[in-house]
Nanobody
């Protein structure tokens, strides 16, 4: 499986950005997809996860109400719409793929990872 994340960039506080992650090599629709992020000098942390049908979604408290995860199984792509961005959202964002039906916040339960895309929020 290969995951390609893109869409990062430099934005001002309060701006929006949409990340995308394209998957290839497996039947995308059967997997849980997640987004994680890692800020400089910090541990990688969970951001959001979505099950195969999109009927079950989980968010980190820090992004709830501002970020929206979604997926298009026909395009083998998962998205992260990020609104009202804050400087604390600055990080490298990673998409990840997990086998099985259940959502998870634990990075070690994800089997495949994209290369990451940098989001910088600064005035």
């Amino acid at each position: 499986v290969q995951l390609q994340a893109y869409g990062g960039g430099f934005v001002r506080p309060g701006d929006s950005l949409r990340l995308s992650c394209a998957a290839s090599g497996r039947t995308f629709s059967i997997y849980v997809m997640g987004w994680f992020r890692q800020a400089p000098g910090k541990e990688r942390e969970f951001v959001a996860a979505i099950n195969k049908s999109g009927s079950s979604i989980n968010y980190a408290d820090s992004v709830k109400g501002r970020f929206t995860i979604s997926r298009d199984n026909a395009k083998n792509t998962v998205y992260l719409q990020m609104n009202s961005l804050k400087p604390d959202d600055t990080a490298v964002y990673y998409c990840a793929l997990k086998g099985g039906p259940t959502l998870s916040r634990a990075s070690q339960q994800y089997d495949y990872w994209g290369q990451g895309t940098l989001v910088t929020v600064s005035s």
